[in-house]
């Protein structure tokens, strides 16, 4: 089917994704078993690489940073500048192999739907709304939103060591808001892959949690443990977490009620 032959207990976790998504009677595909190890492989690399990026973070802070508080001397303001470049281009590396994990998903995609002999689609095409829901993408947008204003806060700090965190926070966060708004894409836009309702009901589910995945604020959360929680005001660490706290409230609660709302109205993105 996809030029590599599916082991058996691929298909039996395929199973259990279906029992859990209200389709015990549905029997798995080795289509099915395929697309859901590939996802599976790609969130596996993705936490390991937001790991590396979280850890690059750490060391890129660690390198530039002076020993003590107050201004940078001996040179250290040079360093700073090209740690930040640094870490620029850490973070094009964060997209850009984000990008690449998602590629490899569609192409198994795409090879899979080579092989149907026909294709169904949803009568309209799924669009953010209801792929990611607007709870979720104002969960999301609300995060971005919170830690970057707390980022700009940091920079009001007088110290040059809290600035140059601020600094490494912010640039980290434009990084995690750009892969987001890229793998985000991708969800949207890759072409449904079924050829009747059963499947084209699984293709959905797998979509809306792709979009949920992507959107969860993990390294949003992280990335001031790598940087700035040492150089800040008791205020701010106050502030962060809080905000912290606040946002895994939240994203339990949208959870909970999106869980409840498609369980009241069937699987979601049924073929009406």
């Given at each position: 089917?996809?030029?590599?032959?599916?082991?058996?207990?691929?298909?039996?976790?395929?199973?259990?994704?279906?029992?859990?998504?209200?389709?015990?009677?549905?029997?798995?595909?080795?289509?099915?078993?395929?697309?859901?190890?590939?996802?599976?492989?790609?969130?596996?690399?993705?936490?390991?690489?937001?790991?590396?990026?979280?850890?690059?973070?750490?060391?890129?802070?660690?390198?530039?940073?002076?020993?003590?508080?107050?201004?940078?001397?001996?040179?250290?303001?040079?360093?700073?500048?090209?740690?930040l470049l640094v870490l620029t281009a850490v973070v094009g590396g964060l997209v850009l192999a984000?990008?690449?994990?998602?590629?490899?998903?569609?192409?198994?995609?795409?090879?899979?739907?080579?092989?149907?002999?026909?294709?169904?689609?949803?009568?309209?095409?799924?669009?953010?709304?209801?792929?990611?829901?607007?709870?979720?993408?104002?969960?999301?947008?609300?995060?971005?939103?919170?830690?970057?204003?707390?980022?700009?806060?940091?920079?009001?700090?007088?110290?040059?060591?809290?600035?140059?965190?601020?600094?490494?926070?912010?640039?980290?966060?434009?990084?995690?808001?750009?892969?987001?708004?890229?793998?985000?894409?991708?969800?949207?836009?890759?072409?449904?892959?079924?050829?009747?309702?059963?499947?084209?009901?699984?293709?959905?589910?797998?979509?809306?949690?792709?979009?949920?995945?992507?959107?969860?604020?993990?390294?949003?959360?992280?990335?001031?443990?790598?940087?700035?929680?040492?150089?800040?005001?008791?205020?701010?660490?106050?502030a962060w977490c809080v905000f912290v706290a606040l946002s895994a409230v939240s994203l339990a609660?949208?959870?909970?009620?999106?869980?409840?709302?498609?369980?009241?109205?069937?699987?979601?993105?049924?073929?009406?």
């Amino acid at each position: 089917m996809t030029g590599k032959p599916v082991r058996q207990a691929e298909v039996e976790r395929a199973g259990v994704w279906l029992a859990g998504h209200g389709l015990a009677d549905v029997r798995p595909t080795p289509l099915l078993a395929t697309r859901l190890a590939a996802r599976q492989r790609a969130r596996l690399a993705s936490s390991v690489l937001l790991a590396a990026f979280i850890i690059a973070v750490a060391l890129i802070y660690t390198f530039a940073r002076p020993p003590g508080p107050g201004p940078a001397v001996d040179g250290s303001g040079s360093y700073r500048h090209w740690s930040l470049l640094v870490l620029t281009a850490v973070v094009g590396g964060l997209v850009l192999a984000q990008s690449l994990l998602d590629w490899r998903v569609r192409r198994v995609d795409r090879r899979a739907g080579a092989t149907l002999p026909r294709r169904a689609a949803h009568p309209v095409r799924p669009g953010w709304r209801t792929v990611l829901g607007l709870p979720h993408a104002a969960f999301a947008a609300a995060t971005f939103a919170g830690g970057t204003a707390l980022g700009i806060g940091a920079l009001t700090v007088r110290d040059s060591t809290a600035q140059y965190a601020a600094l490494v926070l912010l640039i980290g966060l434009c990084g995690a808001a750009v892969g987001t708004a890229v793998q985000l894409r991708h969800v949207l836009t890759h072409p449904v892959v079924a050829d009747d309702e059963v499947s084209l009901t699984a293709d959905g589910i797998m979509r809306v949690e792709d979009a949920r995945e992507v959107t969860t604020p993990t390294v949003v959360w992280c990335l001031p443990v790598a940087s700035v929680l040492d150089t800040v005001p008791g205020w701010w660490v106050a502030a962060w977490c809080v905000f912290v706290a606040l946002s895994a409230v939240s994203l339990a609660l949208i959870t909970v009620r999106t869980g409840l709302a498609a369980r009241r109205r069937g699987t979601p993105l049924a073929p009406r």
